[in-house]
């Protein structure tokens, strides 16, 4: 699993995996987040997100009165919200402090605070940076990838999940801004040492491309965040002509919806992406016309690859468009919608669920790859991709 300092989950959140507005996506892969169409500010006030956020007023209501009755009885905001939502019996049920909340709204727009980072847990629980930021706190302190983190502000995270590492490195609500200290117990080959970083306020780098051999164009989506769709539209114009792409979804756990679509648009010639249902009512999503429909393509997956990464996935893959490769994904397929608690947190509550193009629920499933690879989160897979679209070429 890969993780990196940003969409990070509060540590003393009990949500277990949501995060986000409608469609929420888990954090198990310290990626990022899932959401339909109504997280997209621009479409937030549409009369049919009004629409449906009437029909799930009851259930939030239900949870708003559970709510106050623990402030009644001596509960913190926070507590009176956690309360509530457990006893809501809601599986992705999330809650957020304020400023929690406009922190992910950030995060969701390209922006984060962190130090710049990303890492992942290895066999042996060690936990390796994978990559560093440009620019960034990390990348000033000369950590670069392959180093192994020790401990992080005196805790050591070797076993620890990745999403828990992320959160330290994050900070708690009280000491995640721009400027707080983070110490870092770092080691590289036998030297070890402990470097003092100060978080920032960084952009986010949802989207990387590089190119193998023989022009296939491997384009990694860490999350749907703004401005991804156009992004990938881009990388695939770029792309060598004729040659192959890898669309890299490996450790996604979701994001913008609307950015989901639009990625999608890169490789269909319109049609349709996904069904969804809000308590009853029954809403479709559409790819945009013009897409590449004919350039080989591999969508590289693996148990990471969540929320709106899945519905990308289950649309090439029942519309024929691209060969599924890695490992069963996570299998979240349900819609979160949000509301304001009394004293000022913020609820998601699941009102509905999302399915494939040809009818399939994700949720509690995942989609099964075509060519399903041991280690997917490996290099092996991409090299596999790579001879699947070798094969797809010479058809």
């Given at each position: 699993?890969?993780?990196?300092?940003l969409?990070?989950?509060?540590?003393?959140?009990?949500?277990?995996?949501?995060?986000?507005?409608?469609?929420?996506?888990?954090?198990?892969?310290?990626?990022?987040?899932?959401?339909?169409?109504?997280?997209?500010r621009?479409?937030?006030?549409?009369?049919?997100?009004?629409?449906?956020?009437?029909?799930?007023?009851?259930?939030?209501?239900?949870?708003?009165?559970?709510?106050?009755?623990?402030?009644?009885?001596?509960?913190?905001?926070?507590?009176?919200?956690?309360?509530?939502?457990?006893?809501?019996?809601?599986?992705?049920?999330?809650?957020?402090s304020?400023?929690e909340?406009?922190?992910?709204?950030?995060?969701?727009?390209?922006?984060?605070t962190?130090?710049?980072?990303?890492?992942?847990?290895?066999?042996?629980?060690r936990?390796?940076?994978?990559?560093?930021?440009?620019?960034?706190?990390?990348?000033?302190?000369?950590?670069?990838?392959?180093?192994?983190?020790?401990?992080?502000?005196?805790?050591?995270?070797?076993?620890?999940?990745?999403?828990?590492?992320?959160?330290?490195?994050?900070?708690?609500?009280?000491?995640?801004?721009?400027?707080?200290?983070?110490?870092?117990?770092?080691?590289?080959?036998?030297?070890?040492?402990?470097?003092?970083?100060?978080?920032?306020?960084?952009?986010?780098?949802?989207?990387?491309?590089?190119?193998?051999?023989?022009?296939i164009?491997?384009?990694?989506?860490?999350?749907?965040t703004k401005?991804?769709?156009?992004?990938?539209?881009?990388?695939?114009?770029?792309?060598?002509?004729?040659?192959?792409?890898?669309?890299?979804?490996?450790?996604?756990?979701?994001?913008?919806?609307?950015?989901?679509?639009?990625?999608?648009?890169?490789?269909?010639?319109?049609?349709?992406?996904?069904?969804?249902?809000?308590?009853?009512?029954?809403?479709?999503?559409?790819?945009?016309?013009?897409?590449?429909?004919?350039?080989?393509?591999?969508?590289?997956v693996?148990?990471?690859?969540?929320?709106?990464?899945?519905?990308?996935?289950?649309?090439?893959?029942?519309?024929?468009?691209?060969?599924?490769?890695?490992?069963?994904?996570?299998?979240?397929?349900?819609?979160q919608?949000?509301?304001?608690?009394p004293?000022?947190?913020?609820?998601?509550?699941?009102?509905?669920?999302?399915?494939?193009?040809?009818?399939?629920?994700?949720?509690?499933?995942?989609?099964?790859?075509d060519?399903e690879?041991?280690?997917?989160?490996?290099?092996?897979?991409?090299?596999?991709?790579?001879?699947?679209?070798s094969?797809?070429?010479?058809?």
């Amino acid at each position: 699993m890969s993780g990196r300092d940003l969409f990070c989950q509060p540590r003393r959140i009990r949500r277990g995996a949501a995060l986000t507005l409608v469609f929420a996506s888990v954090l198990v892969a310290g990626a990022a987040t899932g959401s339909f169409p109504e997280l997209d500010r621009a479409d937030r006030k549409s009369a049919s997100d009004a629409a449906r956020t009437a029909l799930a007023a009851d259930r939030h209501e239900d949870v708003a009165k559970a709510a106050q009755e623990a402030l009644a009885d001596g509960k913190s905001p926070m507590e009176a919200a956690e309360r509530a939502v457990s006893r809501s019996g809601d599986r992705w049920g999330a809650v957020y402090s304020q400023g929690e909340y406009e922190e992910f709204e950030e995060a969701l727009d390209g922006r984060y605070t962190g130090v710049g980072l990303w890492a992942r847990r290895e066999r042996d629980g060690r936990i390796e940076v994978t990559r560093v930021a440009p620019g960034s706190p990390a990348a000033a302190a000369g950590i670069r990838g392959g180093d192994r983190l020790r401990s992080v502000d005196g805790q050591q995270v070797a076993g620890q999940p990745v999403t828990e590492v992320v959160s330290l490195l994050r900070g708690d609500a009280t000491d995640a801004a721009a400027g707080t200290q983070v110490r870092l117990g770092l080691q590289r080959g036998t030297h070890a040492w402990t470097k003092t970083l100060r978080r920032a306020r960084l952009s986010t780098d949802s989207v990387t491309v590089r190119e193998l051999a023989g022009g296939i164009t491997v384009i990694k989506i860490s999350a749907f965040t703004k401005g991804v769709g156009e992004d990938v539209l881009g990388a695939v114009r770029r792309a060598p002509a004729g040659a192959g792409i890898v669309l890299d979804l490996r450790g996604n756990s979701g994001g913008l919806v609307t950015e989901a679509v639009t990625t999608a648009s890169a490789f269909l010639d319109g049609g349709l992406v996904a069904t969804y249902d809000v308590d009853g009512e029954q809403q479709a999503l559409h790819a945009d016309p013009g897409g590449d429909t004919t350039r080989p393509l591999v969508a590289l997956v693996d148990g990471g690859t969540m929320s709106a990464a899945e519905m990308l996935t289950g649309a090439l893959q029942d519309r024929g468009r691209a060969v599924v490769v890695g490992s069963r994904t996570f299998g979240k397929g349900s819609v979160q919608m949000p509301s304001r608690l009394p004293g000022g947190s913020v609820a998601e509550l699941t009102v509905g669920h999302y399915r494939t193009p040809s009818g399939r629920g994700v949720d509690g499933r995942g989609i099964t790859p075509d060519l399903e690879v041991d280690q997917a989160d490996g290099p092996t897979a991409v090299q596999r991709a790579e001879t699947v679209l070798s094969g797809l070429g010479d058809d």
